[in-house]
């Protein structure tokens, strides 16, 4: 029994002294391996190659992103174009290919937000190249569509300026067809009266301002006006100074009035026949000069009657030693000669009673029944206030007589419209 312990009690001591021996050879073995790694050199980390290969990934990642981008446009306007005309089968493939590509940036966007950018893109250079060139073939697409829409819209344009041309011409046949029957229907006899009326209340006033200005220039010229109405006016006694003028708006009436009972003035034209049907064309030639100046109209149409009509009259009615007192040369009188418009405020002045003159004269011939008549009474004719109207007070004498006539009256089918008269 004792023989038995203490074989017992030997083996244990030897497990242990067996233990403690390993735990001394294992420590010894892990400060070997330590030592081994301290004197190991570690190598050292690169980090502009990672953050060059960060910025690689990204660029790659971007570019596939703007190239899925690319698709899903593409692939709107392939779907635009299959709605018209309706073709149901493009619709669906174009359909299909918008939501893969909305599904593709969806896993870009959780890519993105989850860190995970570089997980599937393992040749950034590559990648990139690819996405680059799968966005351009889908602008390529993109403008061959756009190319086709402009075609379509471009041959639907040129049908529709062929029909509208065709309107145009239904049109102006309708038009044509209107104008012969209103030419045909229309008295020109339903021009009012009043309007010729306004027309002649405008030319009176403008006549005045002309002889006004006319004056004041003479004045300025050390003229003697009561010499220049005498001359005019040679046997009439004026009761009062300013009565002057009245002798001064009768020259200017007389000149700018002379033949107008003519048709043309008395001036011939290219394209006007006195001999044919005129109120029509006098009629559209009151319309054109209404609404424009002189000088606008003259610039419009050199050639035309009113612009001869104009220089005719400034010939007849300005003398050359007058406007040569007047200005001190001829310089107005010679453009005129050259059928040019002199931009002074005299020649302005008396454009503007031309073209007034020539829009009554086109008014009155413009009615096609009732050709105007303009009459003057001689001096010493016994005053009626049915052809005449005064333009000074009567005198105390029972029987006043008109010395000279300032405005002429005219006659217009039926109707008389008074001429105004200087009485003594």
């Known amino acids: ?101 909305l599904k593709k940036l969806s896993e870009f966007k959780q890519l993105f937000l989850k860190k995970h950018v570089g997980d599937d893109i393992n040749d950034p250079e590559t990648i990139q190249l690819l996405a680059e060139i799968q966005e ?28 509208l041309n065709e309107k145009l011409n239904e049109t102006h046949e309708e038009n044509k067809m209107i104008e012969r029957r209103l030419h045909e229907k229309i008295d020109f006899s ?10 002649l209340q405008q030319t009176t006033r403008s006549i005045k301002g002309f002889v006004k200005f006319m004056m004041t220039q003479m004045e300025d010229a050390s003229w003697d006006l009561n010499a220049a109405a005498r001359a005019i006016q040679p046997d009439v006694v004026f009761r009062e100074a300013a009565h002057e003028s009245f ?33 029509r064309f006098f009629f559209d030639s009151f319309m ?10 003259v610039a419009w149409k050199p050639n035309s009657m009113f612009a001869r009509f104009c220089w005719l009259k400034y010939l007849n009615l300005v003398h050359p030693i007058m406007e040569f007192n007047l200005f001190g040369n001829l310089n107005q009188r010679n ?18 009673v031309a073209r007034r003159v020539w829009l009554l004269h086109c008014l009155a011939f413009a009615f ?45 089918g039926g109707t008389v419209i008074q001429c105004q008269v200087y009485l003594s």
Request: some cysteine; proline content about 6%; charged content about 25%.
């Open 1 to 101: 029994m004792d023989s038995l312990n203490q074989s017992t009690l030997t083996s244990n001591k030897t497990t242990r002294l067996s233990r403690t021996f390993a735990k001394v050879l294992h420590i010894q073995k892990l400060k070997s391996t330590e030592k081994v790694k301290r004197d190991k050199p570690i190598p050292a980390v690169n980090h502009q190659d990672e953050k060059l290969q960060t910025t690689k990934t990204m660029d790659a990642f971007v570019a596939k992103l703007f190239a899925t981008i690319s698709s899903v446009k593409a692939a709107y306007a392939q779907l635009q174009v299959a709605q018209s005309p309706y073709h149901p089968e493009r619709i669906q493939s174009a359909d299909q290919v918008m939501v893969s590509e």
């Open 136 to 163: 351009q073939n889908n602008l390529v697409q993109m403008y061959d569509i756009a190319v086709k829409k402009l075609d379509c819209q471009s041959k639907l344009k040129d049908s529709e300026i062929i029909f």
């Open 190 to 199: 339903v021009i009012k009266l009043n309007n010729f009326l306004l027309i």
């Open 247 to 279: 002798a001064f708006e009768s020259f200017v009436c007389g000149v700018m009035f002379g033949g107008f009972n003519d048709p043309g003035f008395s001036i011939t034209a290219n394209g006007f026949d006195p001999d044919s049907p005129c109120s």
């Open 288 to 297: 054109e000069l209404k609404s424009l100046k002189a000088r606008e109209y």
């Open 335 to 352: 453009l005129v000669s050259d059928g040019k418009f002199p931009e002074t405020e005299f020649f302005v002045a008396f454009a503007d």
């Open 368 to 412: 096609e029944s009732h050709k105007p008549f303009v009459f003057r009474v001689g001096p010493g004719s016994r005053f009626t206030e049915v052809y005449m109207e005064s333009v000074n007070e009567e005198p105390p004498d029972s029987l006043p007589k008109a010395r000279f006539t300032v405005v002429p009256g005219f006659k217009v």
